[in-house]
């Protein structure tokens, strides 16, 4: 079985502070991970992706995030926020193919001035 | 590059009628998805195509259809729309299906079953 938990529904953060999107995962074989961000009135967007290559993922806008086998977490960092970063953030996780993508619940991040 | 389109972007439908939620894609990728979307669940997928001609059941698929009559078209029919399916519906694809790739959202339709 595989599944996502995404801990805070909503993460509030000042500009130009340290953001940490938490994502732990459940997968009885080794995962694949993604970030996917919503921004208001729009669909997905991807942001980085874990596909068993370096466990530090870099991907647009500044995000990172690092695959930590035993803390089964795939965390979402950015360094300095910025005001365009508030959006509704998504972690995903796939098992055994693209037609079982399962996704968390989602954190929604305020960004404030 | 347009990539996936829906239509409508929104709709108010009352309940028991037939609706159809287009999506259409410009990538020419195999597989092809339906997801809905509710406030506190994330995204649940509910129905699926490897490929052009074949369908599959997701997390969520009671009261909806799909057929794949071709690579660049997924519509989702509700043949009786009820009001507990209210909610975003996103069409997505992804160029395979292995696990590695990833899906491309379309910009959703809000569907409200009154």
């Known amino acids: 079985a595989q599944s996502v938990t995404q801990l805070g529904s909503h993460v509030s953060v000042s500009e130009g502070a340290l953001v940490l999107l938490r994502c732990n995962y459940s997968?009885?074989?080794?995962?694949?991970l993604f970030w996917y961000v919503q921004y208001p009135n729009q669909g997905l967007q991807l942001l980085l992706k874990?596909?068993?290559?370096?466990?530090l993922v870099k991907g647009i806008n500044g995000f990172e995030a690092e695959f930590k086998k035993s803390e089964t977490s795939f965390h979402l960092t950015k360094p300095s926020a910025h005001m365009s970063d508030a959006a509704e953030y998504f972690c995903a996780v796939s098992q055994t193919g693209a037609n079982n993508l399962f996704f968390g619940t989602g954190t929604r991040l305020t960004v404030i001035p | 590059i347009a990539g996936i389109t829906q239509a409508p972007t929104s709709q108010i439908l009352a309940a028991g009628r037939r609706m159809t939620l287009r999506c259409t894609q410009d990538?020419?990728?195999?597989?092809m998805y339906w997801y809905r979307q509710d406030l506190g669940l994330g995204l649940r997928l509910i129905h699926y195509?490897?490929?052009?001609?074949?369908?599959g059941k997701g997390e969520v698929p009671d009261g909806y259809s799909v057929s794949r009559a071709n690579t660049d078209d997924f519509p989702l029919t509700l043949a009786s729309a009820v009001p507990s399916q209210t909610s975003v519906y996103f069409c997505a694809s992804s160029q395979s299906t292995g696990r590695s790739y990833e899906q491309y959202f379309g910009p959703g339709t809000r569907l409200t079953v009154t």
């Open positions: 990538m020419r990728h195999n597989a």
């Open positions: 997968s009885s074989v080794p995962p694949y």
């Open positions: 874990y596909t068993s290559a370096a466990t």
């Open positions: 195509s490897n490929t052009a001609g074949t369908t």
